[in-house]
């Protein structure tokens, strides 16, 4: 399984930028899709996930300014940033909890990582 991050890049703060992350084919089911960041010197920290029903949860710094959405159909998730921050910069990760077959127990598998830079 791979997932493959992309749409990261340096942008000025206030603008806008959205990342998409797609999983392998060949996957039986997706149940959690999640976005993590983590920047220089700090530990990752969640940003946003979204079940495979659609229901969303977003860490308070990103509330009303970020938003998760997914297309099951496509086995892809994305993160639409607006009104981006300094604070913002980070490496964006993201993460899939999915079962390979139908026997298969749920395992969370992560992207390669995407560098979103924020200047001031």
């Known amino acids: 399984v791979q997932l493959q991050a992309s749409g990261g890049g340096l942008v000025q703060a206030g603008g806008s930028l959205r990342l998409s992350c797609t999983a392998s084919?060949?996957?039986?089911?997706?149940?959690?899709m999640g976005w993590y960041r983590q920047a220089p010197g700090k530990q990752r920290e969640l940003v946003a996930r979204i079940t495979s029903g659609g229901s969303t949860n977003y860490a308070d710094s990103v509330k009303g300014r970020f938003t998760i959405s997914r297309d099951n159909a496509k086995n892809t998730m994305y993160l639409q940033m607006n009104s981006l921050k300094p604070e913002d910069t980070a490496v964006y990760f993201c993460?899939?909890?999915?079962?390979?077959?139908?026997?298969?127990?749920?395992?969370?598998?992560w992207g390669q990582g995407t560098l979103v830079t924020v200047s001031s």
């Open positions: 993460s899939a909890d999915l079962r390979r077959h139908e026997m298969d127990y749920v395992g969370r598998y």
């Open positions: 084919e060949g996957i039986f089911v997706i149940n959690v």
